[in-house]
């Protein structure tokens, strides 16, 4: 038994995640003051009963747009609940979910950097013990000490990327390849998730970019319309993905096609 709990960091059982959706703000405030007697809104699922568990390797997250990959990574951070079902996560989590998430754009990237490793659990001390190598490792100099919103958006994304793996994370989630700068740059933070592979952290990445899959995935997981499709090794599943996307492509085309055939 221990050995099955220690073979996953992350596990989802019977998960759902419902957005609602309101045409008009307005209807949001009507709902409020009803208490909900009369809904005014459209129900979103994103995720639908998906159950699936992600072993100490790294994943790729697979899908097209709107599939509901970005939600997994989110309900695995705790970013968000999950409507029905459960979200089991073993060990200190980061994450890298997009530009400037869990940052305050007016404090300095030195204050973002304490209070990121504080919400963790991180003691001020041994923040501050780190900052210098984290600095280092951003490569974004005087800015350090300068508010975020005064950042260019690849010195946001370094910094985030930097204090990710500073913090000696278990999980780390990566929403997207996201460009963190010129190509020495990028072979350093090669370097330092091979690093982190090597020590047994489970790396879950959100990608369409399957030369970062074969990289760096030992496994893959497929995700459609809010529904696991499939998972298994890269190889495993790469067929049933391109199968999809190209299912998708025709769809996007045969969506616009009417408009594009009325006006010849």
């Known amino acids: ?10 596990e989802l059982e019977n998960v759902s995640k419902r957005h609602n959706i309101y045409d008009r703000p307005i209807d949001r405030l009507k709902e409020v003051v009803l208490r909900n007697r009369k809904s005014f809104h459209r129900e979103y699922w994103a995720l ?3 159950s699936v568990k992600f072993e100490n390797c ?5 899908g097209p747009n709107g599939a509901g990959k970005s939600t997994l990574l989110q309900l695995v951070a705790g970013v ?3 409507t029905y079902g459960t979200v089991t996560v073993r060990g200190r989590v980061t994450a890298i979910l997009e530009l400037g998430a869990g940052f305050q754009p007016d404090y300095s990237g030195r204050e973002n950097v304490l209070m990121n490793g504080m919400m963790l659990g991180i003691s001020k001390e041994e923040m501050l013990e780190r ?3 984290i600095a ?3 490569e974004v100099g005087e800015f350090f000490d300068q508010p975020l919103k005064t950042y260019s958006s690849g010195m946001g994304v370094r910094l985030a990327f930097a204090t990710a793996i500073s913090v000696d994370p278990e999980v780390l989630l990566v929403d997207e390849a996201l460009a963190v700068g010129d190509e020495r740059f990028i072979n350093k933070c090669n370097q330092k998730v091979r690093e982190l592979q090597e020590a047994g952290t489970t790396i879950i990445v959100v990608t369409h ?3 970062i899959v074969d990289r760096f995935c030992q496994r893959a997981v497929l995700v459609n319309e809010g529904r696991l499709i499939a998972e298994g090794t890269v190889d495993e599943v790469r067929p049933i993905y391109e199968s999809v996307m190209a299912q998708t492509d025709y769809k996007q085309k045969a969506f616009v096609a009417p408009a594009a055939t009325a006006v010849f």
Request: glycine share 0%; charged share 30%.
């Open 58 to 62: 790294t994943t790729a997250v697979l």
């Open 80 to 82: 968000m609940r999950p």
């Open 136 to 138: 280092e490792f951003a």
């Open 209 to 211: 970019n399957m030369r």
């Open 1 to 10: 038994m221990t050995e099955q709990v220690e073979r996953y960091k992350v």
């Open 48 to 50: 639908s009963d998906m």
């Open 131 to 133: 900052m210098d190598s």
